[in-house]
């Protein structure tokens, strides 16, 4: 008699791809074997091709997700209804915790210093993304203008890009270790200059 063959075994498709993300997140491109994956995920190797394609495939797809889960988490702050330098202190806050909680930086910096100068894909990707970020940070800013909290002189899109390129430099160096007076100090910095206008006045 033959034996009947049982049917793979079904997997969440999204659980499976936040437990891929861990393991790039945590580890890198080119330090993640496919049988990290397979063991993180739960799944088997020919169900990992399957159902995401190859390894190259799967990262894009898992920093993708990272991206639109810290976009999301950005625009809900900013979209909230009061003061946009209180919400940009409110970004502030959440991007020390995770600093002070974490050692493996952002997944999108790592990303662009690990592969994105050699990897094409990985580099659109996270121009996309950055130009996104930066969109929604210079969209605050203007409406932090329009409500006095800001000066005129000040242009929203080049404190937008700095405040960009203070996160990320930060991020670059959460793998050695970052102290709370040094993030303490580079965020204080930043506010002062966005909220120096509003100090001065008597």
Request: aromatic share 6%; proline share 2%; charged share 25%.
């Amino acid at each position: 008699m033959k034996r009947m063959r049982g049917r793979p075994k079904a997997f969440d498709r999204e659980q499976a791809l936040d437990a891929a993300l861990h393991v790039f997140w945590q580890q890198g491109y080119g330090a993640t074997a496919i049988g990290d994956l397979t063991e993180a995920m739960g799944i088997g190797r020919q169900s990992l091709y399957d159902t995401y394609g190859d390894k190259h495939a799967l990262y894009l797809e898992a920093l993708r997700r990272y991206t639109e889960m810290r976009l999301d988490a950005m625009r809900q702050t900013f979209e909230q209804p009061g003061s946009p330098v209180a919400h940009l202190r409110t970004f502030f806050a959440m991007w020390k915790e995770e600093a002070m909680s974490c050692n493996s930086g952002c997944m999108m910096v790592n990303s662009s210093t690990e592969v994105g100068h050699v990897d094409d894909a990985v580099a659109r990707l996270i121009e996309k993304k950055m130009h996104r970020l930066e969109g929604l940070l210079q969209e605050l800013l203007e409406r932090a203008r329009q409500a006095g909290e800001l000066n005129d002189a000040v242009s929203p899109r080049a404190l937008a890009r700095l405040i960009l390129g203070a996160a990320h430099g930060l991020a670059a160096r959460a793998h050695l270790g970052l102290d709370e007076e040094e993030i303490d100090d580079v965020l204080g910095s930043l506010l002062a200059l966005i909220e120096q206008p509003a100090a001065a006045v008597t």
